[in-house]
């Protein structure tokens, strides 16, 4: 099985009209020594809760692929550049599932680290942020990024934007074993973008089942062969059902019938950012209009990430995720393997039992509980 991903997000530095509502923070901080028992898959935060079962809910009938992981570092990057008391702060830490973001470095210190050494897997996970050679980063946001994410810095010349898009796509295709070729277009970079944030996964099963017992597959699989939309429904409004049904699974000797699939999906991250409550970051406005609008002395609701880019307040303008999962026979059947499993009805009382992925199924790759990948199989 081989899995990868990018995240791609761009940063207008932008204004917006001041015609919207006063923004107001939505959630307040809890302080540091409060901590959460961990699951054996990590459910909290709006994009974790969220993600796949939006996706499912809007897959039209097609396979779908995504990465909350790969949504979500880029997001826990732009909480490094958000003031205090903003509602992008606010948005930010409930899409993540923090409580502040001295929690922020802690985990996603914890969670790369381990990511990087999971044991009966193999898996790179690279970082980068491209600036504007027209602006400068804010020294404490740099040394953050480059402590927590690895994430190295490049000057680019936005203005070239067809060289700027190669490189980056080159980038994208060294760090993801030349998977994902041609991620953005020149299209894609205004010449008035300051800073790019760029993320890859690439993910590698090297042994079935999995040794270790750290990363895992996990498929959940409804009673009725067309049962998927009603579980994905179900599991928008009950978001803790999964998490309580996976604490109680119990290990048990399976027949695993899983069927060959490769899925290919790009994802417009914003409208998907959008339904996880963030959107005070959003660039809605078209550049040139807050050109005007500064000439005529208006006053603008900032986004709140003030303290990316030194002088500037920036905005999201666009967001996109690539992501390929592939499995092939080598992963089809596992006989007599020992697996978690969870049952809808009481256990069966036969001594042989068997799980036949043979319908659509919502399936998470889990890696040290962390999502890396999510999405639907409806036709393989």
């Not at 205004?190 to 996990?218: C, D, R, T």
């Amino acid at each position: 099985m081989r899995l990868y991903t990018v995240c791609f997000i761009v940063n207008l530095v932008a204004c917006r009209n001041n015609t919207d509502e006063t923004s107001k923070v939505r959630s307040a901080e809890v302080p540091d020594d409060v901590f959460d028992v961990e699951t054996k898959l990590n459910l909290k935060g709006n994009v974790r809760k969220l993600f796949a079962v939006e996706l499912g809910l809007n897959s039209e009938g097609q396979n779908m692929i995504c990465s909350p992981i790969s949504a979500m570092m880029p997001l826990a990057k732009l909480l490094l550049g958000a003031e205090k008391r903003s509602e992008s702060k606010a948005e930010l830490l409930a899409a993540l599932g923090l409580r502040n973001t001295k929690e922020l470095t802690r985990k996603y210190k914890q969670i790369l680290n381990e990511l990087e050494y999971l044991d009966g897997v193999q898996i790179i996970l690279a970082s980068r942020t491209y600036l504007s050679d027209k602006y400068q980063l804010q020294e404490k946001f740099k040394n953050k990024s480059i402590s927590i994410f690895k994430s190295a810095v490049e000057l680019i010349d936005t203005s070239r934007s067809e060289e700027v898009a190669d490189r980056i796509n080159q980038w994208v295709a060294d760090h993801t074993n030349d998977k994902i070729k041609n991620l953005i277009s020149e299209n894609d970079i205004a010449e008035s973008a300051s800073l790019l944030l760029v993320n890859a996964i690439y993910f590698k099963i090297l042994e079935l089942p999995y040794s270790g017992e750290e990363a895992a597959m996990i498929i959940v699989l409804p009673n009725d062969k067309n049962g998927l939309p009603i579980l994905l429904r179900t599991l928008r409004l009950s978001q803790d059902l999964l998490t309580k049904a996976l604490q109680e699974m119990v290990t048990v000797t399976v027949d695993v019938i899983i069927p060959k699939f490769r899925i290919d999906t790009a994802l417009d991250l914003k409208s998907y950012y959008e339904k996880a409550s963030i959107r005070s970051m959003n660039n809605k406005e078209i550049v040139f209009e807050c050109e005007m609008a500064i000439n005529s002395s208006l006053r603008f609701e900032r986004s709140g990430l003030t303290k990316i880019v030194k002088h500037h307040t920036v905005y999201i303008s666009s967001a996109t995720q690539r992501a390929i999962v592939e499995v092939t026979e080598k992963g089809t059947v596992a006989t007599a393997a020992s697996v978690i499993i969870g049952f809808g009805s009481p256990m069966p009382s036969s001594n042989r039992i068997e799980f036949n992925a043979e319908h659509p199924f919502l399936f998470y790759i889990r890696g040290h509980h962390e999502q890396l990948f999510a999405g639907v199989v409806i036709s393989p």
